[in-house]
């Protein structure tokens, strides 16, 4: 992921914009005034565009009113913003319901390969109707439609730009999807030097397939 200094000239920040899919996880407190949200308690999440990525912030709605929601008609970096209601997280005791679907459009939120950007947003809509996601907002960066989809469970916000796919087109992505949720995903490949995940794995020639990739039953 190359990173940019702020204050770069704004047609450098957009470079680097378009494919952020990082997941953004939602607050368990107020980023302005610190104080905890309560289960069922409202809420406003804000898309702030900074170089390279997009940064969520959480407020309280007395936060929101005094100090953002002007900030929202004018301030150009802010690119999004929705309301929600906190739920308290599920206690670590319950185990996740495992979904091949979510699992699969994790791993390539994390990849954040272009290749994959159609499958991203298949998977995406996969999960809106099985009530999983839902869309909380959209904007346009760049001449693209982005959705912001919220993971109904645990609050993370994943910003899924449109492909604006063709007819003639869905045919191909829909069974690289299928593909990919039979198979897993392959192994990454040398051509991109991936910073963040040095793990220390001997090198046998063959790469092990990547942690999580296994599609269970
Ligand atoms: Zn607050």
């Not at 009530?131 to 989809?149: D, I």
């Amino acid at each position: 992921m190359v990173r940019i200094h702020a204050g770069q000239p704004h047609f450098l920040q957009d470079l680097y914009l378009m494919n952020d899919w990082r997941i953004q996880a939602r607050a368990s407190h107020c980023q302005e005034c610190g104080r905890g949200f309560t289960d069922g308690q409202p809420y406003h999440s804000m898309l702030w565009a900074k170089p390279g990525h997009y940064r969520r912030q959480d407020v309280c709605p007395q936060c929101w009113t005094q100090h953002y929601r002007q900030q929202a008609r004018t301030r150009p970096d802010l690119v999004s913003y929705w309301r929600g209601l906190y739920e308290a997280p599920p206690s670590s005791s319950e185990p996740m319901p495992h979904d091949a679907v979510e699992e699969l459009l994790r791993q390539l939120c994390q990849r954040q390969d272009a290749r994959y950007w159609p499958a991203v947003y298949i998977l995406a809509v996969m999960m809106e109707r099985r009530r999983l996601l839902r869309v909380k907002e959209q904007f346009w960066r760049q001449g693209q439609r982005v959705f912001v989809y919220e993971h109904v469970r645990t609050g993370e916000a994943f910003t899924v730009p449109d492909p604006a796919l063709k007819l003639s087109e869905l045919g191909t992505v829909q069974r690289l999807v299928a593909h990919l949720l039979e198979n897993g995903l392959p192994a990454q490949d040398g051509k991109r030097d991936s910073q963040t995940e040095s793990r220390p794995v001997e090198t046998t020639g063959l790469q092990p397939a990547e942690t999580g990739a296994s599609a269970h039953g």
